[in-house]
């Protein structure tokens, strides 16, 4: 586990969409007149994004977590896999139906 989380760290850190979203969205809320260096505003601003972003990131993992103790134990362990694949089904045949 300790391993997956630094890889999943540096993949994060070296994704250029990661940057480019940070580039982005947190200049329209720095203010460069502020009593706050700007880059202090970017550091501070980035804490908090990057915590917003994993607690929602932790609730869909929990949410998830509960879905599938629900559906795969006992006898509703076809669940999962009979949504996914009418899911798939489905998407074919809107794709198949699409004229282009």
Do not use: Y
């Given at each position: ?9 540096v ?5 250029p ?9 947190l200049p ?14 970017f ?20 949410i ?6 629900r ?11 009979k ?11 809107a ?5 282009i």
């Amino acid at each position: 586990a300790p391993n997956t989380f630094r890889d999943s760290m540096v993949v994060e850190i070296l994704n250029p969409k990661t940057a480019l979203f940070f580039l982005t969205f947190l200049p329209q809320f720095v203010d460069p007149s502020a009593a706050i260096a700007v880059g202090l505003q970017f550091l501070i601003l980035g804490i908090v994004v990057n915590l917003i972003f994993s607690m929602a990131d932790l609730a869909a993992v929990g949410i998830a977590s509960l879905a599938a103790g629900r559906f795969t134990g006992g006898g509703a362990g076809w669940v999962i896999p009979k949504t996914c694949g009418s899911i798939l089904i489905g998407l074919g045949v809107a794709l198949v139906s699409h004229h282009i």
